[in-house]
């Protein structure tokens, strides 16, 4: 088993920037491919980014490649995005998600219970 646990949504201005963290307990961190995926209201959820297990090859949505960043730390157990430029679009609940595999994917082992973040325009 995995925990998963986000932080470090809220509130923020179009064009500001946020920073989710995302703790994992549980089995070996540094096995999983780990990911972050969004769902706003009335919509499915949605891939944002993901990263390898071994932090090589990272992925993004077209609607945030060159504002978000997707890293990790696996001596911390964790892993991060990094929101820049953000947008009223961008309003969401924020997920992470951890996989056994080389790329995390909607059907993903383990989730998080969710981080809102609102961008006000």
């Known amino acids: 088993q995995v925990q998963l646990v986000e932080s470090g949504g809220g509130l923020v201005q179009a064009g500001g920037s946020l920073r989710l963290s995302c703790a994992a307990s549980?089995?070996?961190?540094?096995?999983?491919?780990m990911g972050w995926f969004r769902q706003a209201p009335g919509k499915e959820r949605e891939f944002v980014a993901a990263?390898?297990?071994?932090?090589?090859?990272?992925y993004y949505a077209d609607s945030v490649k060159g504002r978000f960043t997707i890293s990790r730390d696996n001596a911390k157990d964790s892993v991060y995005l990094q929101m820049n430029i953000l947008k009223p679009e961008d309003t969401a609940v924020y997920y992470c998600?951890?996989?056994?595999?080389?790329?995390?994917?909607?059907?993903?082992?383990?989730w998080g219970q969710g981080t809102q973040v609102t961008v006000s325009s």
């Open positions: 549980g089995r070996t961190f540094g096995s999983f491919a």
């Open positions: 998600a951890a996989q056994l595999g080389r790329v995390v994917t909607p059907k993903a082992d383990y």
């Open positions: 990263i390898t297990w071994s932090g090589d090859s990272t």
